[in-house]
């Protein structure tokens, strides 16, 4: 089982940059498959960024803007944002999977609770 917690969603101007964690519980973190979701109001959940032991990937939307990273020693993901277009306001959800993977985004078994960011124009 496994326990996430994500937090630094905030309102930030259009441009502007936020940094998004997720802390997760367990000891086997860096044997996990790790990604960040978003759901605006009114739309489906979207993909945004994963990372495992053997690839990254990038939803189009945000490829040169957003950068996911991980630092298995603190057992935590981040997904750092730049240039943020009011487009990009949503709940942003942490997720994982155990075991690597190279397509995404496919399943994920553990959701944190999501934390806000807005974009004003």
């Known amino acids: 089982q496994v326990q996430l917690v994500e937090s630094g969603g905030g309102l930030v101007q259009a441009g502007g940059s936020l940094r998004l964690s997720c802390a997760a519980s367990g000891r086997t973190f860096g044997d996990y498959a790790m990604a960040w979701f978003r759901q605006a109001p009114g739309k489906e959940r979207e993909f945004v960024a994963g990372i495992s032991r053997i690839s990254i990937n990038y939803a189009d939307s945000v490829k040169g803007r957003f950068t996911i990273s991980r630092d298995n020693a603190k057992n935590t993901v981040y997904l750092h944002m730049n240039s943020l277009k009011p487009e990009d306001t949503a709940v942003y959800y942490c997720?994982?999977?155990?075991?690597?993977?190279?397509?995404?985004?496919?399943?994920?078994?553990?959701w944190g609770q999501g934390t806000q960011v807005t974009v004003s124009s």
């Open positions: 997720a994982a999977h155990l075991g690597p993977r190279n397509i995404w985004p496919g399943r994920f078994d553990y």
